[in-house]
T-cell receptor, first 110, second 112 residues
């Protein structure tokens, strides 16, 4: 079955790097995603990675995928207060719809 | 493009009333998804359409929920009759290939 797990909370200081982790169980996942949700807002697609890739970098964001361990991480370099939000990991399989984790609340302290 | 548009943004209704949520997907997107977000269950898929045809409605909670997509630019999610446990944020998302899904701002539904 499909299951995506994340830690609930992460606190970092402004300027530090943040690393948000996610594990998934479905080995047939084709794409893995990171979404950002700010209070009262919808989900913003940050980045995604195809399952045959190990790494993807996009400006301050780096996604690492360890397919053997079914582990996905999102690294945010030079974290800013504007990065404070809930970050959701999600996977898609042939079913097309996304299965989301419970979200990690990132708090950035000035 | 204006992105995915949902209306209303907030809806407060009494138990037993009919509720209709609306969504306008991004132009050119062939896939439309309805998700529900609650504290207890997180984000879960209710139903999705491809080219206006419902493909997977296994997430629809029960017969009180129905969804339609009469054309490529409009979809509705209806709850009749509504119950307090339906209180949640309902998101619509659209995609041209089902992989890059773009979410609307959501409708916060409160059923008293």
């Amino acid at each position: 079955g499909e299951d995506v797990e994340q830690s609930l909370f992460l606190s970092v200081r402004e300027g530090d790097s943040s690393v948000i982790n996610c594990t998934y169980t479905d080995s047939s996942s084709t794409y893995l995603y990171w979404y950002k949700q700010e209070p009262g807002a919808g989900l913003q697609l940050l980045t995604y990675i195809f399952s045959n890739m190990d790494m993807k970098q996009d400006q301050r964001l780096t996604v690492l995928l360890n397919k053997k361990d079914k582990h996905l991480s999102l690294r945010i370099a030079d974290t800013q207060t504007g990065d404070s939000a809930i970050y959701f990991c999600a996977e898609s399989t042939g079913r097309r719809a996304l299965t989301f984790g419970s979200g990690t609340r990132l708090q950035v302290q000035p | 493009d204006a992105g995915v548009i949902q209306s209303p943004r907030h809806e407060v209704t009494e138990m037993g009333q009919e509720v209709t949520l609306r969504c306008k997907p991004i132009s050119g997107h062939d896939y439309l998804f309805w998700y529900r977000q609650t504290m207890m269950r997180g984000l879960e898929l209710l139903i999705y359409f491809n080219n206006n045809v419902p493909i997977d409605d296994s997430g629809m909670p029960e017969d009180r929920f129905s969804a339609k997509m009469p054309n490529a630019s409009f979809s509705t999610l209806k709850i009749q009759p509504s119950e307090p446990r339906d209180s949640a944020v309902y998101f619509c998302a659209s995609s041209w290939d089902s992989y890059e899904q773009y979410f609307g701002p959501g409708t916060r539904l409160t059923v008293t």
